[in-house]
């Protein structure tokens, strides 16, 4: 049903904190400071809780295999921290690190073999490939059904439908943690992502839009940005740029969920940061996740749980325990 | 680059008709109504002078199948007149009309003999199925490549990612009509598509996103549409609810869009009308597109165009070309 323009801003958890009224309005300050850690140590519980049970009842080891082209330090350092999270979850991780002169045809080669390997249910292959490397090619290479990162056409299709489809962690994550602290059921609010790559922004719009939000999508050639993103209830950062959301961005009470992250050296020291002034935005918003601890960890927790989802979808184990049941 | 606030309505041709201001506008009052039947025309001339040179040149017979179940009237009636349009074009039609009582496998099993078969090249699979059909596992049979309604999930993933794809034909009419006459390059306006269907609403605002739009999304739970789609520039309207679209819905001097079609009885005669309000609604927009007359005839042009553009890709008639000239 087409609603009449009267009925904004219905009942429901999100109601009392998110806040049309600018000046004037009678909510306290300072957002509430999303942490991610806590949530996803609960996930991290229940997806080895599941690796358990595929283990014991159905004698399968839930594996993720991992493709490395090249050595550069930063990726690896991320790999190394997601093959100690899996660890701790159960997840079997097999390390694939290729020299850096390896070919694409290679590359492909070695995700074909991981393709037909049955004890493999989940394929990683790294984002930060030198630049005369084909991704598109290499991400396309991998199975569907093993895509546990949500990077193929088919996955990006599927989510595109609204049906079951594997999806991008960061956006899975943001998702996550809105539906858990702002409003399980976001139906009808107005969401504005900023940043429409096709890893984290546009994802995360289509499941949006899956959950009956209003979404506007904003990019670089936003005219007016400050304007569009501060009627949004639910602002999505995902544009990689340090700390460009700043309070003139966010509509009083709003949830503010940073996708970004981006490395930047503040006296002589690496940082990794967000798209959002968290010290600025806390003071507007209702809700808000920082950079690093936010999201961050959520979507690590979420990648384990696709490839528990891949292990169970490829070997049926839902539909063999409703036949044991019938 | 992210720009800076001020950079408000930068020039093109849109600038001078696309005001900002409501009230106190020096615009001219009544929108120009943009007629669709003129430019099908001219596009389906290069249709056909296309579809000469693949059989003079190539000897291929630019054929589309049509897969038509049940006998609804209104359907027959509807691809009929893409049959007309077809023959007129030059493009060879194979009707396929199966009585209503045959079961979804059949029917399947048809599709993927046109599949195999390499004298077609484009495959329809009709709509207006009854209900109890799973129109979905139809439209997956049909070879994406094939899939010149643009409906598969592998066009919808390739559309999302911005890569070559089979675009829905109402989407795809609708940004014609918008380079044609608005701006040949809509970089940077606020576009705003009222229903978010999978095969209107969500490929248009993809469309929009590919071209670099801020793109708004409204569904039937947003709560103060006219407050939201005022703000447009570009207004796709894709609700298939007739009339919803007023004048308090418009920006003034904006581009009003109708990709909506629906059948009304009116002194009891039945009436095709779009989603808009024509006469209300052209005292306020710069552009509106009518119904019947404005995106339809477009868009079965644009039929005609992806089974050229489906015919070219499988007989690989481009890389020949260039393998020639080279």
């Known amino acids: 049903m087409w609603r009449p323009a009267s009925t904004r801003c219905p009942g429901g958890r999100g109601e009392a904190a998110i806040s049309d009224s600018g ?18 140590r609960d996930m ?4 080895h809780h599941d690796i358990l049970e595929l283990s014991e009842v159905h004698r399968l080891t839930t594996t993720l295999a991992i493709v490395v082209v090249g050595d550069d330090f930063n990726t690896l350092r991320l790999i190394q921290n997601k093959c100690q999270r899996a660890e701790d979850a159960g997840v079997r991780v097999q390390l694939h690190t290729l020299p850096p002169e390896t070919s694409d045809d290679e590359v492909i080669t070695v995700i074909e073999g991981l393709n037909h390997d049955e004890r493999v249910h989940g ?10 490397r084909d991704a598109r090619r290499l991400i396309e ?7 546990v990162d949500g990077f193929h056409t088919r996955n990006a299709g599927l989510l595109a439908n609204d049906a079951p489809a594997f999806v991008p962690c960061e956006a899975l994550a943001g998702m996550h943690l809105i539906k858990q602290f702002v409003d399980a059921r976001p139906i009808g609010w107005h969401a504005c992502v900023v940043g429409d790559t096709h890893r984290t922004g546009r994802p995360a719009a289509r499941l949006l839009l899956n959950e009956r939000c209003t979404v506007t999508i904003a990019n670089e050639d936003t005219r007016d940005l400050a304007e569009v993103s501060r009627q949004a209830d639910i602002l999505i950062a995902a544009t990689n740029r340090a700390g460009m959301i700043r309070p003139r961005h966010v509509k009083p009470g709003a949830a503010v969920i940073d996708l970004g992250r981006s490395r930047v050296t503040v006296n002589d020291e690496l940082r990794i940061v967000g798209d959002v002034r968290l010290d600025a935005v806390r003071e507007v918003a209702g809700w ?5 601890g936010g999201v ?8 384990m749980r696709n490839v528990v989802t891949a292990c169970r979808r490829q070997n049926r184990v839902d539909e063999k325990a409703r036949h044991a049941a019938g």
Not at 141 to 147: E, M
Not at 296 to 303: D, I, K, T, Y
């Open 23 to 40: 000046e004037g309005s009678t909510m306290p300050k300072g957002a509430r400071v999303i942490e991610g850690h806590e949530v996803a």
């Open 123 to 132: 394929i990683l292959v790294q984002h930060y490939l030198p630049r005369y």
């Open 141 to 147: 290479a991998v199975d569907p059904v093993k895509d």
């Open 288 to 292: 808000v996740t920082p950079v690093p």
């Open 296 to 303: 961050g960890p959520v979507a690590v927790a979420m990648l």
């Open 44 to 47: 991290l519980r229940e997806v």
